[in-house]
């Protein structure tokens, strides 16, 4: 009997698949290309779009052998906007001024009701990087992944040829120098 039970791996264990030298530059120079791109958004905004694209990228590239140790502690994008929190809050204080009335007194129910909408406009003030990812941010996870490609690189696991290594190198640097440069000018 015991000799019939299997030992089953669970279903959401995935095997990982191997980085091949051909995905490895497709990535590179989908790097640089990705650092242009996110370089025509507002820095300190939240772009769901762009959240929800990453998110996708990054579960694809948690699924390579090679990068999985590294990027498995880079957390997804948090597609958050400041609109969709006003929405909650708005709504919330809607529900509130019908169904409050008849559980508080008059005074009271002011209170709430004016406290809740000081809530809402000071939430005019907090930055939006507090609840979602905004766009500088993305670009520092971006920057994350091109080091750990770079790093990846340089230590000739790939075994790329010349030509190759140096236009995947090309790629990766390009891609570095822009979102440096766009972390750094959104800081100034």
Same mark, same amino acid.
């Given at each position: 009997?015991?000799?019939?039970q299997q030992t089953r791996m669970p279903r959401h264990a995935t095997e990982l698949t *191997? ?47 090679? &990068?999985? *140790?590294?990027?498995? !502690?880079?957390?997804?994008?948090? *597609?958050? !906007?400041?609109?969709?929190? =006003?929405?909650? =809050? ?6 509130? %001024? =019908?169904?409050?009335?008849? =559980? ?9 009701? %004016? ?22 941010? &993305?670009?520092?996870?971006?920057? &994350?992944?091109?080091?750990?490609? &770079? ?11 010349? %030509? ?25």
């Amino acid at each position: 009997m015991i000799a019939t039970q299997q030992t089953r791996m669970p279903r959401h264990a995935t095997e990982l698949t *191997p980085l091949t030298r051909k995905e490895f530059y497709a990535l590179a120079s989908h790097c640089r290309k990705y650092a242009s791109h996110l370089a025509c958004f507002d820095q300190h905004r939240v772009n769901l779009k762009e959240c929800n694209r990453f998110n996708g990228w990054l579960r694809s590239l948690k699924q390579y052998d090679l &990068l999985a *140790p590294t990027l498995t !502690a880079l957390k997804p994008a948090r *597609p958050v !906007a400041r609109w969709q929190v =006003m929405v909650i =809050m708005i709504v919330m204080w809607l529900i509130m %001024a =019908m169904t409050l009335p008849g =559980m508080l007194s008059r005074q009271m129910l002011t209170i709430v009701m %004016a406290s809740w909408l000081f809530t809402i406009v000071a939430n005019l003030f907090i930055p939006e990087f507090v609840y979602g990812t905004t766009v500088e941010l &993305l670009e520092a996870k971006v920057l &994350l992944i091109v080091d750990t490609l &770079l790093e990846l690189l340089n230590s000739g696991t790939m075994e790329f040829t010349e %030509a190759a290594f140096f236009k995947a190198r090309e790629d990766l640097l390009a891609a570095h120098t822009e979102l440096r440069q766009q972390i750094d000018l959104a800081h100034r």
